[in-house]
């Protein structure tokens, strides 16, 4: 919990105790030889912003009254190009600060940086107030409205990536075509590739180990140099802190052993998209060591409700499960990534995959994100559709059988134009998730939409330039 002091910055407590939280963070310095912490958030396209501090400065000031940040973290496109269509943030604010809180429960040393600490924060204004378009707070709140009904909901994370023999300096210097990948050709499940590359998949696996985030698995993918590392499941806050600080780390890693790691959702036109698949299952609070998407010998109403509800928002919240105009190139039919809104059982075509053999395996897996998602704003989307599903009582059409693709039923959005105006036109968007929030993130993506209208592609030079 927090308090606000005399001048509007945040003091830590726990349990009531002012600084205890602090102590133990003195204490894991001493043991880890800790000098330098990295504290931040992500902003809306997922990327983390923060800074790095002397780690004795950061147990005297920054952990117990937090760090003020120009409101501009939430103004910046992806290319840090100022976007002034906001309220929160723009020239008629001033730029003012904001107050980066660190949650010193998320405080972990960082094994592939020597004497290096990181942790995540809140971020409020300098009031104390939460800012209601920061991510983490986002999630943070549909937490609150699962637990207000007695439930919370797990997910585990599948995310696939690339990697490449380049580094930003080189891959910038080829315009970021004919990237040479880690390895030539596909080998989807190789052992053989894996171990050609386990140098450096493996510092990955086993530095996200010794920093707290457990790996299931790793495996080459259905791309030259694509990687896929699943993340073991937890409630879906933790699920989120987990996702941000291995992409971050991720890519840390792959440059110090000379490689280049992306999570773009297409890399290019003949390659195979990246995805990130979310397996979810709830708990009750009051039974929280049962599976409650299971209820005797087969899945309960709560999970057929869950189900039904993440698909009847599906449409709405898709800019929020693809929110980047590359996102929809990974969308197409035979590709592994859902078109249409329908579930299935055990069926990798459908935007839902039902697992329901036993209480211990029973979960959903939503398909529709790709590598791209911020892990905070696609799993509020994922809970926030449960809780639709849930507190209406919603109940799912037939399940889809054999080959969803060639289905009849109404597509997604098949752009980040149609995702945006879906998500515009949706009242329950602004139910779930508020209107600070949705007219923050339209503001954005409508950006995004039109920088990408008002640009010229090599494949529209490559095909009109001498033929018009």
Request: proline content about 6%; glycine content about 8%.
């Amino acid at each position: 919990m927090t308090d606000v002091s005399t001048d509007g910055a945040q003091t830590r407590t726990v349990n009531g105790r002012p600084g205890s939280a602090v102590d133990a963070a003195r204490a894991l310095f001493a043991r880890h030889h800790i000098t330098t912490v990295q504290f931040g958030m992500t902003d809306l396209d997922g990327q983390m912003r923060g800074k790095f501090v002397p780690a004795d400065f950061f147990l005297d000031s920054t952990a117990p009254r937090g760090s003020s940040i120009p409101n501009i973290v939430f103004g910046w496109d992806i290319e840090d190009t100022l976007m002034d269509c906001f309220t929160l943030s723009g020239w008629h604010t001033g730029y003012s600060d904001v107050v980066l809180m660190p949650d010193l429960t998320t405080l972990r040393p960082v094994p592939w940086e020597p004497g290096h600490a990181f942790v995540l924060c809140d971020v409020v204004h300098t009031d104390g107030s939460a800012v209601p378009v920061a991510p983490r707070t986002v999630l943070a709140r549909q937490v609150a409205r699962a637990a207000a009904l007695g439930y919370q909901l797990t997910a585990g994370y599948e995310l696939e990536f690339y990697l490449y023999r380049e580094t930003p300096e080189t891959a910038a210097a080829k315009g970021y075509r004919d990237l040479t990948p880690a390895a030539p050709g596909i080998a989807t499940f190789s052992l053989n590739r894996h171990s050609a590359l386990e140098h450096v998949i493996g510092a990955i696996r086993e530095g996200m180990r010794a920093c707290g985030i457990p790996i299931l698995a790793s495996n080459t993918e259905y791309g030259a140099g694509q990687i896929e590392i699943n993340i073991e499941h937890a409630d879906v806050l933790t699920t989120a802190d987990r996702v941000a600080i291995y992409k971050n780390g991720v890519r840390r890693i792959a440059e110090q052993h000379g490689y280049l790691a992306s999570f773009m959702a297409k890399v290019s036109t003949d390659a195979a998209g990246s995805s990130a698949h979310f397996h979810q299952s709830m708990q009750s609070l009051a039974q929280p060591a049962r599976n409650a998407m299971w209820s005797g010998d087969g899945p309960s109403a709560l999970m057929r409700h869950a189900v039904a509800g993440q698909l009847a928002t599906m449409g709405d919240f898709t800019a929020l499960y693809c929110p980047t105009v590359n996102s929809y190139k990974r969308r197409v039919p035979g590709s592994w990534s859902p078109v249409a809104a329908v579930w299935g059982t055990d069926n990798r075509t459908a935007a839902l995959r039902a697992i329901a053999n036993d209480e211990a395996a029973c979960r959903m897996e939503n398909r529709l994100p790709g590598a791209d998602a911020n892990p905070y704003l696609a799993l509020a989307a994922c809970l926030a559709g449960v809780l639709h599903g849930v507190e209406n009582q919603l109940e799912p059409p037939a399940p889809v059988l054999g080959n969803a693709y060639d289905g009849d039923a109404p597509l997604l959005p098949r752009s980040l134009a149609e995702a945006v105006d879906a998500l515009a036109s949706s009242t329950t968007a602004r139910t779930a998730f508020g209107d600070a929030f949705v007219d923050h993130y339209l503001a954005s993506r409508i950006w995004e939409r039109d920088r990408h209208r008002e640009a010229v592609s090599d494949w529209e030079t490559a095909r009109y330039l001498t033929r018009i």
